[in-house]
């Protein structure tokens, strides 16, 4: 297993520098940069652009910029960031437990619902549940984020008025503890609706499935035929097989609680990472983008292997060299 | 001496065929169509016939895995279709089942041990201090090492599995076994040795069995008596003896012609038989067999032949006999 781990870790490195080449030269050769981004009025000379340049070591060729910032990168470093004028880690400190904030709740969510609509359908597969959530599904499926954002929106914040339009807390207030608490859930609410609503059809699906495959195997037929209760055979001997490649899914999902959701976070102003990622795309602010993207490329790579490690523990048959 | 166990009347079994976007049933497939048999304690009554004439169906309806469609099965004069689910489930370790496949009738992650001795919990028929004991103790009956017991399905062979599929029914001290191709998927040495673990099982505790298969020769080594069937019917049914010695029934004499005979001089003229088999979603009007009978005359084209007792014990449809 140690072995296992540490083989795979040492192959994820030529991924790791592949994957950094790509992402940084994605964003150098976009059009435009930080200094024209910032200064887009007319008064600014060419000398002066050509000055703040040299100074955010713009106007070096490529290679060099690259080599310079991966070595920061493999020292720990990554750099400032333009547009805030501090460290990025800092930056990322502050903004990424927001996001993460707003992700474990979508996923409690989309996971408790999804696997509940999954397996029940399943079980009773051309039901008219299963026709019914087999519409509402695809139906939600098929919606933008910033559709149903902004339809959430729309009805409940402004027009029913029932949740705040935006942001993390009331503006103004200086709740503590338990009414702090309330006051943030209550701003949680409309995000989460939309992300869960939004990816809880997908999951549904590979548990529905996954439940019917396991479903007609014989085991399952063995277990009936033993005289189990219904429970144990749909929730011993069903679920568990249909959770095995669920086990996997469930791992790959866990960067994504950090990379917070440029779309929803935009629109409900939540102050995670992926709203200010967005705007240091627009801002071309590359040290906050690069540093992000390369923390959410390790860690999906993590992630990875961590879900070969979880699948060999949970399935017997895989033994991992 | 030959009192009934398992009472069979018009027994039917049709599978919906779904189609289109709503999956709305659009016809039936007549897995069984209409049997009618018994099996007497001690007894072992083989089922034999062409892939896909419904003896899995006939197996699996008879102990309700399956729901009937029309008909009666009793158990001991007890109707079990009639049953509630958990006077059914009380009654289940009485009438165990084997499969065909020793790889997909375990769960992969349930170790063997457990496999076998799960039921015994299940129904309260043990205690958790004794069970380990004598889940060994069926399993040295079944030729399996005591070491096996806390191993997973995967580390063993097809015949070893057999066993542990044997052990598991056995456990629960049942009187009656549908064996459904328990070794048509096993090397011929081993299935030999399966074979007659299965009658030395029978002999020791005195179990009935339903032994399904196309193995005529199997059949000739183990059977009692014989039913034949056809496209969800039986056509005919015999002690062993006077059915390989006096078939009646075209498709019965056409399916022995094939069986190769030890004896050299003994030369028995081989029947092939034209035609793919009917589909049993769209059988043929009349006798069935008549699209592919040899002897089939205009009456068999229009007129279901009738299933009796042509003295006996020897039942036979067929409107030639
Ligand atoms: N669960 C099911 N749903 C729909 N159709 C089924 C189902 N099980 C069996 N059938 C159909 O019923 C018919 C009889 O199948 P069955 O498995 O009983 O045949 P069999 O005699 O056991 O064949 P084999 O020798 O291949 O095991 C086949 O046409 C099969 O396709
Ligand atoms: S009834 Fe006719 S078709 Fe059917 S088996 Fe007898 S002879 Fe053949
Ligand atoms: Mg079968």
Redo the contacts with the bound molecule.
Sequence with gaps: MAQFIVRRLLQSIPTLIGASIIIFLIFALAPGDYVTRQFENPKMTPERMEQLRALYGLDKPLPERYVSWAGNMLRGEMGDSLMFKKPVISVINDFIWNSFLLGVAIMFFEWLIASIIGIYSAIRQYSVFDAIATLIIFMLYSLPSFFLGLLLLKIFAVDLRWFPVGGMITTGSNYTGWAHIMDVAKHMVLPVATLTLISVGGLSRYFRTNMLEVI?QDYIRTARAKGLKERTVIFKHALRNALLPLITLFTLEIPSLFAGAMITERIYNWPGIGKVVLQAIYVRDYPLFLGYTMLITVLTILANILADVLYGIADPRVRLK | MSEPLIEVKNLK?Y???RGGILQRTIGY????DGVTFTINKGETLSLV????????????TIIRL?DKTDGEVFYKSIPIHNLKKNELRKLRPKMQLVF?DPFSSLNPRLRVGDAIGEALLDHGLISRNELRDKVIETMEICGLAPYHVDRYPHEFSGGQRQRIGIARALILDPEFIVL??PVSSLDVSIQAQIINLLMDLQQQKGLTYLF?S?DLSVVEHISTRVAV?YL?NIVEMASRDELFDHPLHPYTQALLSAVPIPDPDLKRERIILEGDIP???NPPKGCKFHTRCPLAKDICREQVPEYKDVGGGHFVACHLV
């Design positions: 007609k | 079994k599978f919906p065929i497939v007549k897995a069984v016939g062409e892939s896909g004439c419904g003896k899995s169906t006939v197996g699996r399956y065909q459904d191709e399904i196309h069937m969800g589909s049993p979603a």
